[in-house]
């Protein structure tokens, strides 16, 4: 076979071979920034939401990053993927695995799943979680005290991407007590006077711990697609010393 067709070949392969393979890069992240904060919430098993901004369509959750500089003993926490099926109400789509912790500072436990979905269906997806173990069912088998920081009133700003529009905001259950706060697949919370669900969230509008807050958590993302530039110009280069290689092959025995 001669030394142009050789070449031929392996560069037409090179290509199929990178434009066709399909790779996980990062996604979006989203939540606030993972570092201390002031306060830490005291009360059992109640949800907090992120409700700053939204999720890309067609991600899937990664790993979910927080920090704890006030809690002590054993914390647990579950992150759960919402998205908000009408304005002020978000809709229980995936529960991760519940993870536990007795140190203080940046923790970093995968997403897991349990049940669900843990890809975005839709570009008004968030996230949150329960400080609590749960089960596939979301009912609470463990309910512990605050496991991450917080302030209260929200920070200003953005939030940990720095999206124009984006905030720290966020929206929690203010009922104490372990226990009653049910996560299955399809519950369904609501901000007071925005929407109708089963678990009302806080008025903020009351003030005091009712008023919205930042906590110090965020959730990474992964999109599948098109390999980027980087991953091209590896297999570029890897082809040209693969034809380089070949071509003083062929000489040296010609």
Do not use: C, H
């Not at 512990?144 to 920081?149: I, N, P």
């Amino acid at each position: 076979m001669s030394t142009s067709r050789i070449i031929s070949k392996v560069v037409l392969f090179s290509l199929v071979l990178a434009l066709s393979l399909t790779v996980s890069w990062a996604g979006t992240l989203e939540g606030s920034t993972s570092v201390a904060r002031t306060l830490t919430d005291t009360a059992l098993g109640q949800v907090m939401i992120f409700n700053g901004d939204f999720f890309n369509l067609g991600v899937t959750v990664s790993t979910f990053n927080f920090f704890d500089s006030n809690g002590s003993g054993t914390r647990w926490v579950t992150p759960i993927l919402f998205e908000e099926t009408s304005t002020g109400v978000f809709t229980v789509r995936g529960i991760g695995t519940s993870d536990s912790f007795s140190t203080n500072g940046l923790q970093t436990f995968a997403f897991g799943f349990q049940n669900g979905i843990v890809t975005t269906t839709s570009g008004v997806f968030t996230f949150g979680f329960i400080e609590a173990q749960v089960n596939s069912a979301g009912t609470q088998t463990i309910s512990s005290t605050g496991g991450v920081d917080l302030n209260n009133p929200f920070d200003g700003g953005t939030d940990v991407t720095g999206d124009g529009g984006s905030t720290n905001d966020w929206v929690f259950t203010p009922t104490p007590g372990s226990g009653g706060v049910n996560v299955a697949v399809g519950q369904t919370f609501n901000i007071p006077g925005q929407g109708a669900g089963v678990f009302p969230l806080n008025t903020s509008t009351k003030g005091g711990f009712n008023q919205d807050r930042t906590y110090s958590a965020n959730l990474n993302t992964i999109s599948a697609g098109v390999p980027e530039p980087g991953t091209l110009g590896l297999f570029t280069s890897g082809a040209g010393l693969l034809l380089a290689g070949l071509i003083r092959f062929r000489r040296r025995r010609s």
